[in-house]
């Protein structure tokens, strides 16, 4: 397993946690580097790349393929990744976890099972969608968690519809039995906003979706790498995240799912490995996770991911949470002071995850992006693939800063001090 800091209760080592990630040293136009950009990527520590190097110096072979020493060899690495993964999420049994290429990815995997259902035998009720059916999503999604929701309504002629947002950045449930009712066949919405950082409450929702039969699916892309998730226990059918925002590799998601309902579900992809037996006029198919595994897998970056999770797991997931509420309630304090600074989403830390968007009053965004880059101050600038929120708050883009496990109250008090540096030059 690898080692980090001290858990939660024995103290928050963050300089000790920061040894292992050698980017962070850097240094940015003649400045110390100060990453705030971890909600688009976050760094990889050196355990997640030793484990990988090492797999490749040794191990390196096809998974599910041969009997030879090597061969058995990546399929055990490849096969313990998932279920390292599957225990930190808590996923239950590793056959719940499918490894995709990314949240993305994931997500569209289901939109194609109830696009496609009634194909090659799998003809699941809860998966069928046509006229007179809808899919519930929030106005705070993530284009992954809301294009491919429009592409199969419109393909199946469903109805979409959305929760709506207040203007502190919440999620509007106070009409939930009407948007949430017995059309719905599925409702879909993010754990933590990427460009809000509101953290959504699941509970009602589910509840609701139980009572009108519908299924749920949660995008947690930024909650499972900053907080306690038990994907099992919070009652979701179905779940994505990534590997990229956990300090894993890039090329590597997870989509995890409930065993009995990822067994309705027809292929996503066809070609090796995700079959049982094969015919020049027709194919069945294998169980889960390998049916929605076609291909070689992406066995190196797997690798990564689990030591990732065990990475975070040994730094203690609730001190991360904490450690990332108290980063994000020293940024808010900093920048409400800044004049023409209005700030996104919800007005107190507990109700956030690690990240804070603002906009500067006259002060073009990406013209502050490149200040700010100057100062050596990593944010992202844009709609964040939030577009609709940008347009609910009259914006045309937010200035996002995000925080990890790895971000010091110095970094935040250098953003602040950028930022007035940005009002003073551009202003």
Same mark, same amino acid.
């Given at each position: 397993?690898?080692?980090?800091?001290?858990?939660?209760?024995?103290?928050?080592?963050?300089?000790?946690?920061?040894?292992?990630?050698?980017?962070?040293?850097?240094?940015?136009?003649?400045?110390?580097?100060?990453?705030?950009?971890?909600?688009?990527?976050?760094?990889?520590?050196?355990?997640?790349?030793?484990?990988?190097?090492?797999?490749?110096?040794?191990?390196?072979?096809?998974?599910?393929?041969?009997?030879?020493?090597?061969?058995?060899?990546?399929?055990?690495?490849?096969?313990?990744?998932?279920?390292?993964?599957?225990?930190?999420?808590?996923?239950?049994?590793?056959?719940?976890?499918?490894?995709?290429?990314?949240?993305?990815?994931?997500?569209?995997?289901?939109?194609?099972?109830?696009?496609?259902?009634?194909?090659?035998?799998?003809? *699941?009720? #809860? %998966?069928? !969608?046509?006229?007179? /059916?809808?899919? +519930?999503?929030?106005?705070?999604?993530?284009? $992954?968690?809301?294009?491919?929701?429009?592409?199969?309504?419109?393909?199946?002629?469903?109805?979409?519809?959305?929760?709506?947002?207040?203007? *502190?950045? #919440? %999620?509007? !449930?106070?009409?939930? /039995?009407?948007? +949430?009712?017995?059309?719905?066949?599925?409702? $879909?919405?993010?754990?933590?906003?990427?460009?809000?950082?509101?953290?959504?409450?699941?509970?009602?929702?589910?509840?609701?979706?139980?009572?009108?039969?519908? %299924?749920?699916?949660?995008?947690?892309?930024?909650?499972?790498?900053?907080?306690?998730?038990?994907?099992?226990?919070?009652?979701?059918?179905?779940?994505?995240?990534?590997?990229?925002?956990?300090?894993?590799?890039?090329?590597?998601?997870?989509?995890?799912?409930?065993?009995?309902?990822?067994?309705?579900?027809?292929?996503?992809?066809?070609?090796?490995?995700?079959?049982?037996?094969?015919?020049?006029?027709?194919?069945?198919?294998?169980?889960?996770?390998?049916?929605?595994?076609?291909?070689?897998?992406?066995?190196?970056?797997?690798?990564?991911?689990?030591?990732?999770?065990?990475?975070?797991?040994?730094?203690?997931?609730?001190?991360?949470?904490?450690?990332?509420?108290?980063?994000?309630?020293?940024?808010?304090?900093?920048?409400?002071?800044?004049?023409?600074?209005?700030?996104?989403?919800?007005?107190?830390?507990?109700?956030?995850?690690?990240?804070?968007?603002?906009?500067?009053?006259?002060?073009?965004?990406?013209?502050?992006?490149?200040?700010?880059?100057?100062?050596?101050?990593?944010?992202?600038?844009?709609?964040?693939?939030?577009?609709?929120?940008?347009?609910?708050?009259?914006?045309?883009?937010?200035?996002?800063?995000?925080?990890?496990?790895?971000?010091?109250?110095?970094?935040?008090?250098?953003?602040?001090?950028?930022?007035?540096?940005?009002?003073?030059?551009?202003?």
């Amino acid at each position: 397993m690898a080692q980090a800091a001290p858990a939660a209760g024995r103290g928050y080592d963050v300089e000790r946690l920061r040894a292992d990630f050698p980017n962070l040293r850097r240094r940015v136009n003649g400045r110390t580097l100060v990453y705030l950009d971890s909600a688009n990527t976050s760094h990889t520590p050196d355990q997640v790349v030793a484990a990988m190097g090492r797999h490749h110096r040794r191990h390196t072979s096809n998974v599910g393929r041969s009997v030879n020493t090597l061969g058995l060899e990546a399929t055990a690495a490849y096969e313990e990744a998932r279920s390292r993964v599957a225990a930190f999420a808590g996923g239950g049994p590793s056959g719940e976890v499918v490894f995709a290429k990314n949240s993305t990815e994931a997500i569209n995997l289901v939109a194609h099972a109830f696009g496609t259902s009634g194909a090659d035998g799998f003809d *699941d009720p #809860r %998966l069928r !969608l046509g006229p007179g /059916d809808e899919v +519930l999503v929030t106005e705070m999604e993530h284009h $992954s968690n809301l294009v491919p929701w429009q592409l199969l309504t419109r393909r199946t002629g469903a109805t979409l519809r959305w929760i709506p947002l207040t203007e *502190d950045g #919440r %999620l509007d !449930l106070s009409d939930l /039995d009407r948007l +949430l009712n017995e059309r719905t066949k599925l409702v $879909s919405f993010v754990h933590v906003s990427n460009i809000l950082g509101t953290v959504n409450p699941v509970e009602p929702i589910v509840r609701r979706a139980r009572e009108v039969g519908a %299924l749920v699916m949660l995008d947690a892309s930024q909650s499972v790498p900053h907080m306690p998730v038990d994907l099992a226990a919070l009652g979701v059918d179905l779940a994505a995240f990534t590997g990229h925002k956990m300090c894993g590799p890039t090329g590597i998601g997870v989509l995890w799912g409930r065993r009995e309902l990822l067994r309705a579900m027809p292929p996503f992809l066809g070609g090796g490995s995700m079959i049982d037996a094969v015919s020049m006029t027709g194919a069945t198919y294998a169980p889960p996770p390998a049916r929605f595994e076609a291909g070689t897998p992406p066995i190196v970056q797997a690798v990564g991911l689990g030591t990732a999770a065990d990475y975070l797991s040994a730094a203690g997931m609730d001190a991360v949470r904490d450690h990332g509420r108290d980063l994000t309630e020293r940024a808010l304090a900093g920048l409400s002071e800044i004049p023409g600074l209005r700030l996104f989403g919800p007005a107190g830390a507990e109700s956030r995850g690690g990240l804070v968007s603002f906009a500067l009053d006259g002060i073009g965004h990406d013209d502050a992006g490149k200040v700010l880059d100057a100062e050596g101050v990593q944010v992202r600038v844009g709609r964040h693939c939030a577009t609709p929120v940008c347009t609910r708050y009259g914006v045309p883009s937010m200035i996002r800063a995000s925080f990890h496990l790895y971000t010091t109250a110095e970094e935040i008090d250098a953003l602040v001090a950028a930022v007035r540096k940005v009002r003073h030059v551009l202003g």
